[in-house]
């Protein structure tokens, strides 16, 4: 299982877009990388998700470099309402138990 | 009605006591997931099942056990409560194989251990 690593958290301002890495150096043949979004007292939301190259959705974008070890979700214009935990996931779709991790609080100025 | 339904949403309960958080879906997933999120930290599987008839120890599993009574229905037991089990409970549900394998989430069960 793929371990991955992402900032504890970042701050942002509305209007701007945010970035955010995650590291996967172990990412296997078969993993797909997944980004969930959790606002206070909720259950996790699927956001996005890629396997390689550029993934776009109408709430954001997921960009993989060739070599797969990382990965970066790029939210554009974010509004205080973007401000939650983001969590990156790496797993194999068939086989994969959905460890979640710590995740990246991200905190939204106005 | 929610696609991922959790009751109860709120519990206290005194230690020492068996307790059981239900969980039942309408997607007609085959997987489904216990995860307890603790504050200010992040998600961590208690048990998982991939069919009917597999159940599969996660990251914590000490102190619970579940069963999936069927595919829609998937319980969780903590057999004797203690404080450290309070905590946000979530179950969670998803396809598993192919595209389209996000998971989805329900409200959540709020435990507290006296």
């Known amino acids: 299982l793929a371990k991955t690593t992402q900032p504890i958290s970042m701050d942002s301002y509305e209007g701007q877009e945010v970035n955010i890495t995650c590291s996967h150096n172990?990412?296997?043949?078969?993993?797909?990388i997944t980004w969930y979004q959790q606002f206070p007292s909720q259950g996790p939301r699927f956001i996005i998700q890629g396997y390689k190259t550029k993934v776009t959705n109408e709430v954001a974008s997921l960009f993989i470099p060739a070599d797969r070890k990382s990965s970066t979700l790029s939210l554009p214009r974010v509004s205080l309402s973007d401000t939650a935990v983001y969590y990156c996931?790496?797993?194999?779709?068939?086989?994969?138990?959905?460890?979640f991790g710590t995740g990246t609080r991200l905190q939204v100025f106005p | 009605d929610a696609d991922v339904t959790q009751t109860p949403r709120n519990r206290i309960t005194k230690t020492g006591k068996r307790i059981m958080l239900e969980c039942s879906q309408t997607?007609?997933?085959?997987?489904m997931y216990w995860y307890r999120q603790d504050p200010g930290l992040g998600l961590r599987l208690i048990y998982y099942?991939?069919?009917?008839?597999?159940?599969n120890k996660g990251e914590i599993s000490d102190g619970y056990s579940v069963s999936r009574q069927a595919q829609a229905k998937f319980s969780l037991s903590l057999e004797s409560a203690i404080p450290n089990q309070t905590a946000l409970y979530f179950c969670?549900?998803?396809?598993?194989?192919?595209?389209?394998?996000?998971?989805?989430f329900g409200q959540g069960t709020r435990l507290t251990v006296v």
């Open positions: 997607k007609g997933h085959d997987r």
């Open positions: 172990n990412i296997a043949t078969n993993d797909y």
């Open positions: 969670a549900t998803s396809r598993g194989t192919g595209r389209d394998t996000e998971a989805f």
């Open positions: 099942s991939f069919d009917v008839k597999d159940i």
């Open positions: 996931l790496v797993g194999d779709r068939n086989t994969d138990k959905l460890i």
